[in-house]
């Protein structure tokens, strides 16, 4: 696409046994990451994206897991089942803001990809992305020219399987995003008329 690229870090990035965590600004952080992350990483998306038009047969040729999010009953056998893949080795790639807006800013953070990781014992490893909410907003879809950055942490291993454990896994991760990203801290949930993207 012709823009300027700057990836450091990604040797901290294991072939297995780890949960990769991202920000989420715009249709372009699937792609993005796809690029870079080695091997075939299994990216964690919330079902209401499956039957989508352009992010549900990209996510799908990527070999996406779709989660629920509000039936319990079936949020927990998916939970169980992404589970399942982390204790096989797979590497899981989440995007726990859920949904991304025009407003920069860093949203709270579901807890599903520190659930699991805590759960499995699998290291996070945080991934601090910048530019692609100014390349690609939310409601357009012609990229414009803007420098994108990529940036791998090091790994956080969960201290414990408890929920205390999993929020300081969070708390954590999240601290590494938000030092990175560039953009504010807006600590909110998503609302139901944001948009939709890959969440954990």
Known sequence: MGVPLSISGTERIPRRDAVLVFNHSSYIDVLLVAAFVPGEPVFV????????????????????????????????????????????????VFFPEGSFTRRPGLSEFYLGAFKIAAETGRQVIPGVLRGTRAMMRSDHWFPRRAAIGVAIGEPILPAGTDFAAVLRLRDATRAVILAGCGEPDIRELVKPNQTSGPEG
């Open 45 to 92: 998306a919330k079902k209401e994206l499956a039957p989508q038009k352009f992010a549900g047969p990209l996510l799908r040729r990527l070999g996406a897991v779709f989660v629920e999010r509000y039936e319990i009953s079936t949020s927990v056998a998916d939970t169980e089942a992404v589970a399942r893949l982390a204790r096989e080795g797979r590497v899981l």
